[in-house]
């Protein structure tokens, strides 16, 4: 490895000194060994060429001792192997625009550049989703969409050079997150490559998986697990219309306080983006937008829909801001006025990087309420040591980013940056913030990395990398430090035994203290809350540990549309609690006694958001307790967080294999005073499939949609919408049920019919587990109309069909279910059955497994 000292680099060597470099000779055999695979034109061996591959937009420099270019999936594959058996660090490199160090090789080794594959392999606009290659960029896809009158939400600040890949292997964020969510939400299923070669896929991130979230885990693992290879992405139907507007306020408190006041009015904007007095003056002399130099701050707010709703909005918005004393709203005439307004927020960067050798970016995100706050923490902290902070947010999600311009050079600068940058982590940590909300940990904040987490999560977070990636191959030294000494076998566990046990804890330390218990006592653990639903896994087959005592709400942030709740909590409870104060969780049932622990262990589905991807899309954090009683917080109550790993992911659908959840932070959302339901009958499926279909590509779709075949009533499709834009809704719900000859029938109120559709859905549950069979598949929606074909051939067969997702759930009977396509697993009295996944990622599963339960203590799903 060079060790060359290059300008502007920062010092690393205290984080290095101890740390295994690249072999000489192993560096040279394996240059070797690439020379006779891949073509000449594909690798950078000479210093000078390598430079170039040195660093990213921070000021970290370190130069890779070889480069490659791949050119697809094998070649991918090819290096992987390569390097593995020569044990030379690899980290996979986009466009390296990201904003920690992340893709900087400060161990040396090889640089593996994707760049090369930006091939757009598929546009499945039936099923709404995009298959590509890690090195499209961003723009491209969105160009590819646009022709078909879809668009993929994410759109980071890098957006016209940022590669796909790097976007997720960032979870990039970006201005319109604050309607439509982060990369992670919008995420299907990877392809990668494992540290040993294994090329493979992860399994569906939609709500039909079976095993762990592979791909949540790995979204925003910023290359130190595996190498992406192909990504499958949600697309979503290209809104109407667009408006877009620029509010002055004198101060950027005032901005800010719009900010709530718009929330609070049940405005859903796409994008609340905020400059501050400093910014404006920076970016008006870079690229005359327009902005007024003298305002104290500016919101950009744009809102997108039908043009009746956007209207709708907009006077909304204007009269909150005239109350919050808006000195002037601009609303953008054309297309090309909006671009300007666009072209002054996007040039903050560079604008600022005018000013000096270098800068210095940070991403804290706090608690939407506390943003103000956090940016008079920014600047006093500024104050304190030396420097003239300019400030931008994007205000809807919490999310600031300050900047700091100093010399590399001047040692006593860099010094004080540094100090002025942990200042300003250490201030948004003790605001309940996130250290990171889209830009990652990388090389940049590694060491800061200790303010939020504790050693507990932090060595957690490094076995879940040494889980994926034992020998340490990928992207050294970025996100957590490696674990402490090598990995040990657990203690062989004494036998583990079943046995009647009355363990209901009633707070954390008791239900710590009860798996202290049952380790030392040989016994193996079933959690549940009410134990409905292990019924559909085969059933609690070990000791039960109940935690329906632990009921409480922990938090209640109405302003900034969080509530925190203790694990044992009846989900019809919480929804009840909520739907009193105008918020709703869409995944919550109104009937039943299932828990939201439970709900969330088992990853239960649920309608009334047919176009998210579960429970995953409202985590946003979560306490669990592990096999050795250790309690472990992971996540924070802010709309965005990349600082680590996405740990809370692991926790949806693992049926409590990892451990006990006790407490849960979930995103709300407003509950309209009008909503929508109704429903379409006909003879066959396949009608009302294909209106569906029809409806899930239009931009005014009902946001739930599903179809039954039950009771032996006729198939109908249920439509319900519970957000802004009904009336729009509701007239092409009929237009298009129109098109199709069918008529709709409407009901007056909702929540009786809810409730009904949920009982009657129990109701078959029940007698097809006691009676005959359940299963449950998915597939994308291009092929349900196999899964429909196959469902009519059994006439006594009932089923659930969910065009949103392309899940399907059968009610038999029978003992036995039919061959259906998709079908992921099924109980009946003669036993359980579940798709088995590959052996690469059983053995991730057991190794994950470990991690959080070693001595085996927790109940594992058992297949016949």
């Known amino acids: 490895m060079d060790t060359k000292v290059l ?6 060597s205290y984080l290095t000194a101890h740390q295994q470099r690249v072999d000489g000779d192993q560096l040279a055999a394996l240059i070797r060994e690439l020379k006779q695979v891949v073509e000449s034109s594909q690798i950078l061996d000479d210093y000078d060429q390598r430079l170039a591959f040195s660093y990213d937009a921070t000021g970290e420099r370190c130069v890779p001792d070889v480069v490659v270019f ?35 090789p400060v161990l040396g080794g090889l640089i593996l550049v994707l760049t090369r594959q930006r091939r757009i392999l598929d546009l499945d606009t039936v099923s709404r989703v995009a298959e590509v290659e890690p090195g499209v960029i961003n723009a491209d896809l969105q160009q590819a969409l646009s022709a078909h009158g879809f668009f993929y ?8 050079i940022s590669t796909l890949g790097g976007n997720v292997a960032e979870n990039s964020g970006g201005p319109h997150c604050i309607k439509y969510g982060v990369t992670t939400n919008h995420v299907v299923c990877l392809q990668v ?3 040993d070669g294994s090329l493979l896929w992860t399994p569906t991130a939609r709500d039909f998986r079976t095993g762990l979230d592979f791909t949540g885990i790995l979204t925003g693992s910023e290359g130190t697990m595996a190498v992406i290879t192909r990504i499958v992405l949600d697309i979503w139907p290209k809104p109407e219309t667009t408006q877009t507007m620029l509010a002055v306020f004198a101060s950027p408190e005032q901005a800010l306080e719009a900010v709530q006041a718009i929330i609070s009015g049940q405005v859903v904007p796409s994008t609340l983006e905020l400059l501050d007095k400093k910014s404006l003056q920076l970016v008006e002399s870079f690229v005359h937008a327009g902005y007024p130099v003298d305002a104290g701050a500016v919101l950009l707010i744009e809102v997108d829909g039908d043009s009746a709703e956007i209207s709708a909005q907009v006077g909304k918005i204007r009269a909150i801001l005239s109350q919050q004393g808006v000195q002037e709203l601009k609303i953008a005439a054309t297309d090309l006025e909006a671009d300007a307004f666009w072209r002054g927020r996007r040039a903050h960067y560079g604008a600022a990087a005018r000013l000096a050798p270098h800068l210095w970016i940070q991403d804290v995100t706090v608690p939407r309420p506390l943003l103000a706050d956090m940016m008079n923490d920014v600047l006093n902290i500024g104050r304190e040591f030396g420097f003239d902070i300019f400030c931008a947010a994007h205000a809807g999600d919490g999310n600031l980013h300050p900047i700091i311009t100093y010399d590399p050079a001047d040692a006593d600068e860099l010094r004080r940056m540094k100090q002025a940058d942990r200042a300003i982590l250490r201030a948004c940590v003790a605001r309940g913030g996130a250290i990171t909300g889209e830009h990652g940990i990388g090389l940049d904040k590694i060491e800061n990395l200790e303010l939020m987490y504790g050693n507990k999560e932090r060595s957690v977070m490094a076995n879940i990398k040494r889980a994926f990636d034992p020998e340490g191959l990928f992207n050294p030294l970025k996100v957590v430090f490696p674990p402490s000494g090598s990995p040990a076998d657990s203690p062989p566990p004494k036998e583990l035994r079943n046995r009647v046990h009355n363990w209901n804890p009633g707070n954390l330390q008791q239900l710590r203290d009860a798996v202290v218990q049952a380790r030392q006592d040989g016994l193996r653990l079933s959690i549940g809350g009410g134990f409905q639903r292990w019924r559909l896994v085969g059933g609690a087959p070990d000791t039960p540990l109940i ?26 409870q919480l929804l009840q609690l909520l739907r009193a104060d105008g918020l709703d969780i869409p995944f919550l049932p109104s009937s039943g006694n299932d828990t939201v622990g439970g709900l969330i262990a088992s990853n239960a589905r649920h309608w009334r958001h047919s176009f998210l991807l579960g429970w995953r899309d409202v985590v946003l954090g979560l306490e669990w307790v592990d096999g050795l009683g250790d309690s472990m917080h992971f996540g924070r109550k802010t709309m965005k967080n990349v600082a680590g790993y996405d740990v809370a992911k692991l926790a949806i659908g693992s049926w409590g294999t990892l451990g006990v959840i006790s407490r849960v932070i979930l995103r709300l959302r407003p509950y309209p005073a009008r909503r929508l339901w109704g429903y379409v009958m006909n003879p066959q499926i396949q009608p009302l499939l294909e209106l569906g279909v029809q409806m899930s590509h239009h931009p005014n779709r009902p946001e739930g949609m599903v179809l039954t075949r039950w009771n032996n009533e006729q198939p109908r499709l249920w439509m319900a919408h519970q957000a802004g834009g009904v009336s729009v809704t509701q007239q092409t719900v009929e237009s298009l049920c129109g098109q199709n000859g069918l008529d709709v029938h409407w009901s007056d109120n909702d929540i009786e019919p809810w409730r009904e559709w949920e009982e009657t859905r129990q109701k078959l549950q029940d007698e097809s587990l006691r009676h005959g069979s359940w299963g449950e598949g998915g597939t994308k929606t291009a092929q349900l109309t196999d899964v429909v074909k196959e469902i009519e051939a059994v006439p006594d067969l009932s089923a659930i069909i969910y065009p949103g997702s392309g899940a399907y759930e059968l009610y038999s009977s029978q003992c036995t279910l039919p061959v259906v396509p998709g079908l992921t697993r099924g109980v009946s009295r003669d036993g359980y059955w579940q798709e088995s996944v590959e052996s690469a990622w ?9 991690v959080f339960d070693p001595h085996g203590i927790f109940s594992k799903i058992v297949k016949e």
Request: aromatic share 2%; glycine share 10%; charged share 20%.
């Open 842 to 850: 059983q053995k991730i599963t057991s190794r994950l497994e470990k």
């Open 153 to 160: 939400p994410p759109d980071p600040a890098s957006h016209k």
């Open 7 to 12: 300008t502007g680099q920062v010092d690393r």
């Open 547 to 572: 935690t329906s005592a632990l009921n409480g709400v922990m938090d209640y942030d109405r302003d900034n549309l969080t509530i925190e709740v203790q694990a044992g909590m009846q989900g019809k």
């Open 70 to 104: 791949a050119t697809g999936s094998e070649e991918v594959q090819q290096v992987v192997t390569m390097c593995a058996r020569h044990h030379v660090y690899l980290i996979a490199r986009g466009s390296s625009s990201n904003l920690s160090g992340g893709t900087t």
């Open 193 to 195: 490559v494992l540290g």
